[in-house]
C-alpha cells in the first residue's frame, strides 16, 4: 500500500477516533493528556502515517470545535433571519 494510502487511511480513521466528540471531553484533559495526544500524533508522523505538515491534535481539536460551533451559529441566524 503506498504512503498515501496510509496517510489517508490514518486521517480517516485514527484522527477522527481522536477527535470524536472532542468538543465534550478536551475541557476536562489535563496538560499531561494533552501531551500524551500530541505525542500519539507525533508517533504517527515518525511512522509515516501522518503527513509532518499536517496540524496537530490542539489544531485539529480547535478546528473541530470552529466547525461544529461555526455551523450552529450559522443555523441560528439563518432561523431568525
Known amino acids: 500500500m503506498s504512503d498515501e494510502a496510509l496517510q489517508v487511511i490514518y486521517k480517516a480513521v485514527i ?17 499531561a493528556d494533552r501531551q500524551r495526544t500530541e505525542a500519539f500524533v507525533r ?7 501522518y503527513s509532518a505538515d499536517s ?4 489544531e485539529l481539536v480547535s478546528d473541530s470545535d470552529d466547525n461544529l460551533f461555526g455551523k450552529r451559529s450559522e443555523q441560528r441566524k439563518s432561523r431568525f433571519t
Not at 508517533?43 to 509515516?48: I, L
Open 43 to 49: 508517533r504517527g508522523v515518525r511512522s509515516g502515517f
Open 15 to 31: 484522527i477522527q477516533k481522536l477527535l470524536y466528540a472532542s468538543s465534550a471531553w478536551c475541557g476536562f484533559t489535563s496538560a
Open 55 to 58: 496540524s496537530t491534535a490542539a
